[in-house]
């Protein structure tokens, strides 16, 4: 194999590390422990895996974590009672809720109802704007988009100059992380270019990529012909593309592939993430860490 694994799994064990004992620090130096609360409704099995794994990080890296498990009929005002309940509350820093809402909710005015100092998942428009403006503006960049960068950083591949592409254009991956890696700044300064379903020589542009970043969720859509060699792949893509008995637990799990045919591309790579134990844990991981700057920015240090 020729190409560096960039591992999601040691990456994020770091970082957790780096929060625990900053954690630490501020409960000793200034008496505050971070409050970072759930908000759950219904019983969505996924949406339940979630917020357990949310949980058990933020119990991990000390974290004073309130998991709000609301009935799936809850109306629309209620929520948004309850957002109102954390926004005024001093112990809480950030106020995640976990999507999707029943059908009576309207998403978009729960998501916006949220304190924007308080958003930890930075879906919030206030910072959206903030990270399209980019240095000292940026509050909570989103997380998916944070970890890829945070990725590409800890494997020292240099950003500045570098050709990135990416393919996809959501608002929570695409969209954002084209976004950040063109500030003029550290981690970033690229040259990016953005493709989505309406461009035409999908497969020219990828060539070109010493960075190239695919959040399309299509299986095996990059092919390695499309890898420039020596370039750093990050495959966001997650697909269900069929099932398995665990050995671990006898029970049935997902068999999941990204978008990019892995086990050829590794050989053209310089860099490549894998799929599970690539993007996916930094996710999680970077929550973790705008909560963190949440409390900083409120007691005023870096
Ligand atoms: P999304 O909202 O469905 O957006 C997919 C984007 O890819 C769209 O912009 C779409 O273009 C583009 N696209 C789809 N098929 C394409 C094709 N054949 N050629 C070119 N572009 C194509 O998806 P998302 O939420 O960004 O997620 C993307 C993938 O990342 C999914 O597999 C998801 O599960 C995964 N994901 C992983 C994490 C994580 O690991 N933590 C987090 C988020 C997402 P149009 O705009 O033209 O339709």
């Not at 591309?265 to 973790?288: D, F, N, Q, R, S």
Request: net charge neutral; charged share 25%.
């Amino acid at each position: 194999m020729a190409a560096k694994l960039i591992k999601g799994t040691e990456i994020r064990e770091k970082i957790l590390e780096e929060i625990e004992a900053e954690v630490a620090e501020i409960k000793e130096k200034h008496g505050v422990v971070p409050g970072l609360v759930t908000i759950l409704v219904g019983e969505n099995p996924a949406s339940i895996s979630y917020v357990t794994l949310k949980i058990k990080t933020a119990h991990r890296v000390g974290f004073h974590e309130i998991q709000d498990t609301q009935s799936e009929d809850l109306s629309e005002e209620a929520l948004l009672a309850l957002i109102d309940k954390y926004n005024k509350d001093d112990a809480i820093h950030g106020i995640l809720v976990q999507l999707p809402l029943p059908k009576q909710i309207n998403e978009k005015k729960v998501l916006n109802a949220i304190d924007p100092d308080k958003d930890v998942d930075g879906f919030h428009p206030v910072n959206v704007g903030r990270l399209m403006i980019g240095g000292d503006e940026v509050k909570f960049p989103p997380c998916t988009p944070a970890g890829i960068q945070e990725m590409i950083v800890r494997a020292g591949v240099e950003t500045k100059g570098a050709e990135v592409v990416v393919v996809g254009r959501s608002n929570i991956v695409g969209k954002p992380i084209a976004n950040m890696m063109l500030q003029k700044g550290v981690g970033a300064n690229s040259t990016v270019t953005v493709v989505h379903t309406g461009t035409k020589e999908l497969a020219g542009h990828c060539q070109r990529a010493d960075i190239l970043i695919v959040a399309a969720g299509v299986p095996g859509l990059v092919k390695p012909e499309w890898i420039k060699p020596g370039a750093c792949v990050i495959d966001v893509g997650v697909n269900r593309i069929g099932e398995k008995i665990s050995e671990k637990t006898g029970k049935k799990i997902a068999i999941l592939s990204g978008d990019v045919d892995f086990d050829a591309a590794k050989e053209i790579a310089g860099y490549i993430t894998p799929v599970p134990g690539g993007v996916g844990p930094m996710t999680i991981t970077m929550l973790m860490k705008n909560t963190l700057k949440s409390v900083k920015f409120r007691l005023g240090i870096n």
